[in-house]
């Protein structure tokens, strides 16, 4: 049958093995459109993970500035501020209703004022006359106009009915004073 192929003892501890030099250069020199092919996949493996890369680090940026906004002093000022407005809004509001309570109030009193300061002034006039009259009746110098004394016992006015016998008691008119004594009394 024909010849036979040698094998040297290198082709048995050999990885891969070439039938011709020009299949070993083969062999040995890798196809240049395999390498770009493998180039173009590592670099789009790159630019895929480059891109996630800066997708998070975006994602993060965006996340911290929220963070950043809602904490912020500007933020908390622009709060305080608002909370502030509502405070002044609702006194304004209470101060108003106060205000308002006080002058209505004020217009019922005004009102009414009239009536009960002349109420009041008729009421006063009514005691001052009551008391002129009481005066005028325990006045002894008007009584001794109509035949009538004053009796007083112990500094103090009394009416002949309190008197029993015995008893001492003082009679005062306009002009004359006298001590007198119970000698006897009759009840009719």
């Known amino acids: 049958m024909g010849h036979e192929i040698d094998w040297v003892i290198s082709d048995y501890v050999a990885d891969i093995r070439a039938a011709t030099p020009s299949a070993a250069m083969q062999i040995a020199l890798p196809d240049t459109n395999e390498l770009y092919q493998n180039l173009d996949s590592i670099a789009e493996q790159l630019h895929r993970s480059l891109e996630q ?46 205000i308002q309570s006080c002058y209505r109030e004020y217009e019922s009193v005004m009102l009414r004022f009239p009536h009960t300061m002349n109420s ?18 325990n006045n002894p110098s008007l009584k001794s106009k109509r035949g009538f004394a004053q009796i007083s016992m112990d500094k103090k006015i009394i009416d002949i009915d309190e008197l029993h016998i015995n008893d001492s008691f003082d009679l005062q008119s306009e002009k004359v004073y006298i001590h007198a004594k119970v000698l006897t009394k009759e009840i009719k």
């Open 53 to 98: 890369k800066v997708s998070m680090k975006v994602r993060d940026i965006d996340h911290l500035k929220k963070l950043f906004s809602q904490h912020s002093i500007e933020k908390q000022i622009a709060q305080k501020l608002q909370e502030l407005s509502q405070v002044k809004d609702r006194f304004l509001q209470t101060l108003s209703f106060k």
């Open 120 to 137: 009041v002034l008729n009421s006063k006039k009514n005691q001052l006359t009551s008391l002129h009259n009481v005066f005028s009746s």
